[in-house]
């Protein structure tokens, strides 16, 4: 339409899609920015720092490494403590023991000493054999018996005194009374109730019984050479 009652008409200058959508992000971007600025802002103005919680964080991380390595580090120490502590314990241990064996050998050793100062020598006399210090005792083992005696040759000792040892032990069993022979009669060798010495000579071993078995007696026998009938006999002492 032309003329007076023709509408107005404004002509723009045309504006191409892309720089209208580079002035959106770029409109996005400012927008982002001033937020962002806003936020760190409200956080300082709160008394929050994320560069210095960073920074606390990290030197708390470096702590912690330092007191792990050092909690490790005396771990290792006392683990070696303990067993430095536990082979003193034992070489300790071990000194006591032995000077327990010392002790009991050095007063064995005592009484021996004592008991041959008071041997005599009967000159002109026939040698004889004596039984001293014979002992019966239950072992550390249940049902096993330790014994032991010393054996001498008075007089001349003009030979070595040769025979062998019996030993009767006498038990109840059950409420019955029974006789066990050391050594039994199938022991063929029995080397260690033979006897050779020209002085003395110490004999110790052991024997077991059965369980509930008690020990009554026992009875050592002195045979010389090949005889049968015992030149001497003694009781023990039980203890």
Same mark, same amino acid.
């Given at each position: 339409m032309f003329g007076i009652s023709a509408p107005r008409v404004t002509v723009h200058t045309a504006i191409p899609w892309y720089w209208r959508w580079l002035a959106f992000i770029a409109l996005v971007a400012v927008v982002?920015?001033?937020s962002r600025t806003a936020y760190d802002f409200g956080r300082k103005f709160a008394g929050y720092d994320q560069s210095e919680a960073d920074h606390e964080l990290l030197r708390l991380t470096?702590? =912690?490494a330092k007191y792990e390595q050092d909690v490790a580090q005396l771990s290792g120490n006392l683990?070696?403590?303990e067993r430095q502590m536990q082979i003193e314990r034992a070489t300790y241990e071990d000194l006591i023991k032995q000077m327990r064996s010392l002790t009991e050998e050095n007063a064995r050793l005592k009484e021996d000493l004592a008991f041959f100062q008071t041997l005599m020598p009967s000159g002109g006399k026939e040698g004889g054999v004596a039984v001293n210090r014979f002992m019966v005792q239950n072992d550390a083992l249940p049902g096993e018996f330790r014994y032991r005696l010393l054996l001498t040759q008075t007089g001349q000792r003009s030979k070595d005194f040769q025979g062998r040892l019996q030993f009767v032990? =006498?038990?109840q069993q059950d409420g019955k009374k029974t006789?066990?022979?050391l050594p039994a009669d199938?022991?063929?060798d029995a080397r260690g109730f033979k006897l050779n010495f020209r002085f003395y000579q110490r004999v110790e071993?052991?024997?077991r019984v059965t369980p509930g078995t008690?020990?009554?007696g026992m009875q050592v026998r002195v045979l010389e050479g090949d005889g049968k009938e015992p030149r001497l006999t003694q009781q023990a002492n039980l203890s």
């Open positions: 982002m920015m001033f470096t702590a =912690n683990a070696q403590l032990v =006498n038990l006789v066990m022979t199938d022991d063929k071993g052991t024997f008690v020990v009554k």
